[in-house]
């Protein structure tokens, strides 16, 4: 699963754009065979209008944790909160905050276990400012825009 932050109501542009189903397989969708999921060789790309940031749950949650907000996995900033949470971040990236938050990286399950293997890759200091920084954009997008930031 995981949890998208965007800029409530921008919305979303639809292109259509080549089949790109098995490309650069024999089988790939061709004029002479279609791949049955595009309409005639194009398929539909849809673009956000404004910055978005797609994050795992765990990294959602800890840049929110970071910015000191629950952990909930839907919510919405209004426009009036966004400069503090900017201000967060900024705080964040300049001190030592992020690496009380780093989770380190473990697996459980798999073969003998009767349960299927799961991975969960980590949460370091590199990756948490990242994802702070994606989200920063977010934020400064929806402040030009005059609009909240939603996410879930």
Do not use: K
């Not at 400069?83 to 380190?104: D, F, K, Y």
């Amino acid at each position: 699963m995981s949890v998208t932050f965007a800029v409530a109501g921008a919305g979303h542009d639809v292109e259509r754009v080549p089949c790109t189903f098995g490309e650069g397989e024999e089988w790939a969708c061709s004029p002479d065979a279609r791949c049955g999921y595009c309409d005639n060789g194009l398929e539909e790309r849809h673009v956000p209008r404004a910055p978005e940031v797609n994050m795992a749950n765990v990294s959602a949650a800890a840049v929110l944790d970071v910015l000191g907000e629950t952990s909930e996995p839907f919510g919405e900033w209004p426009l009036a909160q966004l400069p503090a949470l900017r201000r967060r971040i900024v705080r964040a990236l300049s001190t030592n905050q992020l690496a009380q938050h780093e989770q380190a990286a473990y697996a459980h399950g798999g073969p003998g276990t009767g349960h299927a293997r799961v991975v969960f890759a980590g949460m370091d200091e590199a990756r948490l400012s990242r994802r702070l920084r994606d989200l920063d954009t977010v934020l400064a997008a929806a402040q030009a825009a005059q609009a909240s930031v939603v996410w879930g």
